[in-house]
């Protein structure tokens, strides 16, 4: 399941960057079984149809079989050039 953190989800975010505190994340499983985190702003469980060696990353391939906006008043949380940040309007 690919979880889209919001904005205000930040710590969420760095719990999962330390061995062992993700556990303390509440969390309800999707159509797949999957966990869907609390607070998400979306989220797309899907089928692991492929992996793909990408170097020193893998490439998972997935078949949708459930896709929500939970939030769409929320902005997402991005990860840009190492900080965190959100979208903003473009001016004129």
Request: charged share 20%; with cysteine.
């Amino acid at each position: 399941c690919i979880n889209v953190l919001a904005a205000d989800q930040k710590s969420v975010c760095d719990q999962f960057a330390k061995p062992g505190m993700a556990a303390s994340i509440g969390w309800r499983a999707g159509v797949t079984g999957s966990p869907v985190l609390e607070g998400v702003l979306a989220y797309i469980d899907c089928d692991l149809e492929a992996e793909h060696d990408a170097g020193d990353h893998l490439i998972a391939v997935g078949r949708v079989r459930d896709i929500r906006i939970l939030d769409a008043a929320k902005g997402p949380l991005l990860f840009f050039r190492g900080g965190y940040g959100g979208f903003s309007a473009l001016g004129a």
